[in-house]
T-cell receptor
Framework: NAGVTQTPKFRVLKTGQSMTLLCAQDMNHEYMYWYRQDPGMGLRLIHY???????AKGEVPDGYNVSRLKKQNFLLGLESAAPSQTSVYFC?????????????FGPGTRLTVT | DQQVKQNSPSLSVQEGRISILNCDYT??????FLWYKKYPAEGPTFLIS?????DKNEDGRFTVFLNKSAKHLSLHIVPSQPGDSAVYFCAADLYAGNMLTFGGGTRLMVKP
């Protein structure tokens, strides 16, 4: 099992450009998440999905869009990149087993917007 | 306002000694807590969790303590090893929700 994979690993964008980050998981998890990590701020949830075809906003959704067309994939889009979106982006997936669960994370995508 | 805080950005411990990482939260509705470990250039990996019906959970060298009245949890690593050097994040959730709220992280350095 590859677990959670993210494409690309690194990317540099100019202000105003667009891009899509791809997250894939092979664990048949229902839930998928996109986070961003900034220095000293931990991880903050951007958007999440509780199943194929569903998405919801997290803590910091502005400037991002997502889609979950297939259960195993969760896409994060930036329509018009801004320097404030320079960050490390992590995708995660999870299942729920009773009242306990854990989220499995991908290796991250380092995005720089100049 | 951060609902989950890790007030110590870094901690240095000698190999073989105990490492204690602390985490405070403000939302009394949180009822499930997790600790993650993160190495540079990798994603966070799950370490240990605890639900609010317990005050202690142990897994090998790792023990998490929860003090609900103080809204405080801590992670104890005994004995600490150089391979434990990483950034540790605590996270909190509601059973009815799907969103983890993370603390800012504590960088642990275990010296040989």
């Amino acid at each position: 099992n590859a677990g959670v994979t993210q494409t690309p690993k690194f990317r540099v964008l100019k202000t105003g450009q667009s891009m899509t980050l791809l997250c894939a998981q092979d664990m048949n998890h229902e839930y998928m998440y996109w986070y961003r990590q900034d220095p000293g701020m931990g991880l903050r949830l951007i958007h999440y999905s509780v199943g194929e075809g569903t998405t919801a906003k997290g803590e910091v959704p502005d400037g991002y869009n997502v889609s979950r067309l297939k259960k195993q994939n969760f896409l994060l889009g930036l329509e018009s990149a801004a320097p404030s979106q320079t960050s490390v982006y992590f995708c995660a997936s999870s299942f729920r087993s009773g009242l306990q669960y854990e989220q499995y994370f991908g290796p991250g995508t380092r995005l720089t917007v100049t | 306002d951060q609902q989950v805080k890790q007030n110590s950005p870094s901690l240095s411990v000698q190999e073989g000694r105990i490492s204690i990482l602390n985490c405070d939260y403000t939302n009394s509705m949180f009822d499930y807590f997790l600790w993650y470990k993160k190495y540079p250039a990798e994603g966070p990996t799950f370490l240990i969790s605890i639900s609010s019906i317990k005050d202690k959970n142990e897994d090998g060298r790792f023990t998490v303590f929860l003090n609900k009245s103080a809204k405080h949890l801590s992670l104890h690593i005994v004995p600490s090893q150089p391979g434990d050097s990483a950034v540790y994040f605590c996270a909190a959730d509601l059973y009815a929700g799907n969103m983890l709220t993370f603390g800012g992280g504590t960088r642990l350095m275990v010296k040989p």
